[in-house]
């Protein structure tokens, strides 16, 4: 049974960094495409960044791009959103997902089918 739960959320002002964590159990995240999505109030949820099962093949939305970066930690089946350069629009609540095992179109938003409860960020000015 694939779980998946987030942790790391908080309130930063503008400019400040939070790094979010997403434990998965019930499954090795080596051999699923993981990813990070986003949902403000009001807002339709929206893809942030996901990871393919090299660990390496990444591919992050426009609005986020050079500003985080996603990455795995196989030893401890964990799933990372290191996030800097943080702005009031980043606000929102923050779900790791994870696809079917080998996946391998990690980049198309739709292919993600289990997710995390979430953790909220508060970006601040």
């Known amino acids: 049974q694939v779980q998946l739960v987030e942790s790391g959320g908080g309130s930063v002002q503008v400019g400040g960094s939070l790094r979010l964590s997403c434990a998965a159990s019930?499954?090795?995240?080596?051999?699923?495409?993981m990813g990070w999505f986003r949902q403000a109030p009001g807002k339709e949820r929206e893809a942030v960044a996901g990871i393919a099962w090299d660990g390496y093949t990444a591919t992050y939305s426009e609005s986020v791009k050079g500003r985080f970066t996603i990455s795995t930690d196989n030893a401890k089946n964990t799933l990372y959103l290191q996030m800097n350069s943080l702005k009031p629009e980043d606000s929102a609540m923050y779900s790791c997902?994870?696809?079917?095992?080998?996946?391998?179109?990690?980049?198309?938003?739709?292919?993600?089918?289990?997710w995390g409860q979430g953790t909220q960020v508060t970006v601040s000015s």
């Open positions: 019930g499954f090795t995240i080596n051999t699923y495409c």
């Open positions: 997902a994870a696809s079917a095992p080998y996946e391998v179109f990690c980049h198309r938003w739709e292919r993600y089918k289990s």
